[in-house]
């Protein structure tokens, strides 16, 4: 007769979403009993806040006080799907939110209080900051508003279905899903002027702006391709194959220097593509991005098996240069992958059954966010996983002593203990 007590598996936070702030030095996680502050490298605690209520949504504004919070989960802190309209009030937020509007706070850890409410119709996805912008992502619709007390609303648009919360916040744009499936919108936040790209032909999944604002890369929810497009006049740059079969894009992100591209998906790979560039911006990667002098070499990777390189030109030989061949044959493709770990998602079936994982209540999408991706510069990025284990994976790109480049895992951390 067995008489050990069942293990308890739900003890412990569980993580429901992961940001990076605007330079990848921070991530902030909302937990299902309130958020936390990670520094990214190393992978240090730096503020936890207890709410026992869920946070679904958590974006910082760089290393400032500021950080935006939605409520999520099976406990939401704040109300997720009631009418309102907007407020600016100080609240402190101790004791589970009264019912009212769907709601978007503005937390001042200095202060250890809320110093603006946005109170919407639908349940906030998304919120990206800045010093002068707010950007919020509803389901059909997202508001720009300037950063004052009170708040100013700038504007509000129209979009397609959008339950990931896909939003983009430059210094000069912003950019979001169009009316139609497939299409991006952007505006300039100066004049307010609109412009359309039909990016794909299947609903957007994932988006994000290079850092100088000039470049914006989509991918749909089939998940193969990935397309550039130049924010100033809206032409499509470039195509990158991620692969051949469907996938889920978990997370794009552009290297500081705006010269890499790096993807993950739930395929569970890590792919770094190059960008195309002028030469003026070519010769940035060879002096800045990978370089043979990077502090990283091959022989601190973990091991043959934890990366893969190729070269896009030859990833098919001489069929790529063949008349009248499948355009993936002459696709170009990533230069160098690796496998990232991507775990069990929280509240999902019971291990060895059939169910479906149940969605997560006040999530982007209904899941645990997993692979996103931060660069700390244009040699070493970041990959963490929400979800009941919260996984912090350190990459590194280096160069092999063929010339190739080459990615590889350095080292990994559960970041909530355990």
């Known amino acids: 007769m067995n008489t050990r007590p069942a293990i308890d598996e739900s003890t412990g936070p569980v993580a429901l979403t992961v940001a990076f702030n605007q330079d990848s030095s921070c ?58 309209t907007h407020i ?8 589970q939110e009264a019912d009212g509007g769907a709601k978007l706070i503005i937390w001042d850890d200095a202060k250890q209080l809320a110093v603006v409410t946005l109170e919407f119709r639908s349940q906030v996805f998304q919120a990206r900051l800045s010093r002068s912008q707010i950007l919020v992502a509803l389901l059909n619709s997202v508001t720009l508003y300037a950063f004052s007390s009170p708040p100013k609303k700038v504007s509000s648009f129209e979009t397609a279905d959008n339950p990931s919360g ?18 991006v919108q952007i505006v300039e936040i100066g004049t307010g002027n609109v412009s359309i790209i039909p990016a794909h032909g299947s609903p957007l999944k994932a988006m994000t702006l290079s850092p100088n604002g000039e470049i914006l890369a989509t991918a749909s ?67 800045h991005a990978i370089r043979s002098s990077s502090p990283y070499s091959t022989s601190s990777l973990d091991g043959p098996n934890s990366a893969t390189a190729s070269t896009n030109r030859t990833k098919w030989g001489i069929l790529g240069s063949i008349p009248l061949m499948p355009r993936l044959f002459s696709d170009a493709y990533s230069f160098a992958s690796a496998p990232i770990a991507i775990d069990d998602d929280p509240h999902s079936a019971l291990r060895g059954t059939a169910k479906p994982p149940v969605p997560i209540p006040g999530t982007p999408g209904g899941k645990a966010r997993k692979g996103v991706l931060g660069w700390l510069d244009d040699w070493t990025l970041v990959v963490v996983g929400a979800g009941r284990e919260g996984r912090w994976e350190k990459f590194v790109l280096s160069r092999g002593e063929d010339g190739r480049r080459w990615v590889g895992r350095q080292g990994w951390k559960r970041y909530l203990g355990g």
């Not at 406990?75 to 799907?81: E, S």
């Not at 600016?88 to 004791?95: D, E, G, V």
């Open 27 to 84: 991530f902030a996680v909302g937990l299902d009993s309130g958020f936390c502050v990670f520094n990214s490298d190393p992978c240090e605690l730096k503020v936890s806040r207890d709410f026992n209520a869920g946070i679904g949504a958590a974006e910082m504004l760089g290393r400032a006080n500021y950080v935006a919070l939605a409520g999520g989960g099976r406990n939401p802190k704040f109300p997720t799907n009631k009418v309102g």
């Open 166 to 183: 896909l939003c983009c916040l430059g210094s000069k744009i912003v950019a979001f899903p169009g009316r139609t499936p497939g299409q």
């Open 88 to 95: 600016l009030r100080p609240t402190r937020t101790n004791a």
């Open 221 to 287: 929810e089939t998940g193969t391709l990935i397309r550039l497009f130049s924010t100033t006049n809206c032409a499509r740059i470039s195509e990158l194959r991620r692969g051949v079969d469907p996938a889920a894009i978990f997370s794009l992100a552009i290297s500081p220097s705006n010269t890499l591209l790096a993807v993950t998906s739930d395929k569970a790979t890590l792919h770094v593509f190059d960008l195309p560039h002028s030469n003026h911006q070519k010769s940035a990667i060879a002096s």
